[in-house]
């Protein structure tokens, strides 16, 4: 809060990033402490305060906001993990006289016009942008004085053995891309301040590279394999994963709701006698499954 008024004061743009849309990630009951989850499959629903509901990120339902606790029917029900619209509520209230406070949660998403209105309005007064971090690309166009990561947990951000080079990668770029880059803050919050891999933003790229890549080839995850991910929508996929699982792949399930798994893969010979019979022309079924490999 301090860093942002401090950079507001002298003139220059603020962008609080989180990778969290709508108004909360967790409806909690301080009664009985459970969670509030989808009606339909138990999944966590991303929750919306105006529309007052809550969508499945599994599933996919739309859930009404309960009144009350659905286990024990208590009233006192408090919000967890708050998303992007909470967040710019708060920065109105703190900040709404000195500055523009901007919501942009799909920027990555904007025509070029939409985003030459967001630049020239940025022109005429200080803001605050809150959006993903996405926005970073703001940085390249306005003068931004402060980068605030607001949940900097990159474990919450994807499921993936890539996920913490892509956070680590993207936090660092944030400190060197765009106008001004050596004067601007980057602030972090983090349940587990200078901890892992927000140590190497201070000791820098290479240190990152050598304990993540060792890191990996303990793992046996690429570079020093391919991963091969797999994705087919129906009933096959199960299939496939035995027939993997019968020939001694290790099968690592992808992204809930995605239909695919991964696959570790070394040479290619097996996997593609494994996989044949699911490409055969008369195969009965709609579509053929999907590979896409990855070795980074
Ligand atoms: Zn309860
Ligand atoms: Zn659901």
């Not at 919450?156 to 891309?177: L, M, N, Q, T």
């Not at 570790?264 to 999907?290: D, H, S, T």
Request: aromatic share 10%; net charge positive; proline share 5%.
């Amino acid at each position: 809060m301090d860093e942002t008024f401090r950079c507001l004061k002298g003139g220059r743009h603020a962008l609080w990033l989180l990778d969290r849309k709508g108004y909360a990630g967790e409806l909690r009951c301080t009664e009985c402490g459970r969670t509030v989850t989808c009606r339909k499959c138990g999944g966590r629903p991303r929750w919306h305060f105006e529309a007052a509901n809550g969508d499945c990120q599994s599933c996919g339902e739309i859930n009404a906001w309960p009144e009350v606790c659905p286990s024990c029917r208590s009233r006192l029900l408090e919000i967890r993990n708050p998303g992007l619209e909470s967040t710019c509520r708060r920065a109105q209230e703190l900040f709404g006289s000195n500055a523009t406070v901007s919501l942009l949660p799909e920027y990555a998403k904007l025509g070029k016009r939409a985003r030459n209105s967001i630049f020239a309005r940025g022109g005429e007064s200080v803001s605050i942008f809150i959006g993903t971090r996405a926005l970073i690309s703001l940085c390249r166009t306005l003068d931004v004085g402060l980068v605030g990561w607001l949940d900097a947990d990159i474990e919450s951000w994807k499921p993936d053995f890539g996920a913490k080079a892509e956070g680590y990668r993207i936090v660092w770029s944030s400190c060197w891309i765009g106008n001004n880059a050596d004067t601007r803050k980057i602030v972090i919050q983090s349940r587990k301040p200078k901890t892992g891999w927000q140590i190497a933003l201070e000791a820098g790229f290479s240190y990152f590279w050598t304990r993540e890549l060792s890191e990996r080839r303990n793992l046996g995850l690429p570079p020093t394999c391919f991963l091969l991910e797999i994705s087919l929508k129906g009933e096959f996929l199960p299939k496939i994963k035995s027939a993997l699982e019968g020939e001694g792949f290790e099968v690592l399930s992808g992204p809930p709701g995605n239909e695919s798994l991964q696959v570790k893969v070394n040479g290619f010979e097996k996997i593609r006698r494994v996989l044949a019979p699911f490409f055969a022309v008369n195969f009965n079924r709609q579509e053929y499954p999907r590979l896409s490999l990855d070795f980074e």
